[in-house]
């Protein structure tokens, strides 16, 4: 029997965000290890003799995109941080409040 979830409630909310980072990050991830993998064997199939594939022209998109993925990465893991929970809550109360100031 599966629960059942109150969509308003906060704590759902929640989760159900921090979810959805999570998948985000993941197929960012996936596509990063294949599309890097055709680039390793695209490249190692057109070496030219006596060429080592250990050089950074072979390793730039894999370097570069991957400080990428890992800045996504930290913003993923990172946010459970309750520093950074508790600001987002604050930061809410303080929008909702001038919105009801607004109206």
Known sequence: MM????ENDIQYQRAKRYVERL???YAHLFVYIAVNAMIVVYNCANLKPGESYFEFKNFFTLTFWGIGLVAHGAV???S???YLQNW???K?????E??????
């Open 76 to 78: 993923v893991f990172l």
């Open 3 to 6: 629960e059942t979830f109150n």
């Open 80 to 82: 459970k941080n309750s």
């Open 23 to 25: 998948r985000g990050f």
């Open 92 to 96: 809410i109360r303080e929008i909702m």
């Open 98 to 103: 001038k919105e009801k100031k607004d109206l």
């Open 88 to 90: 987002e809550e604050k």
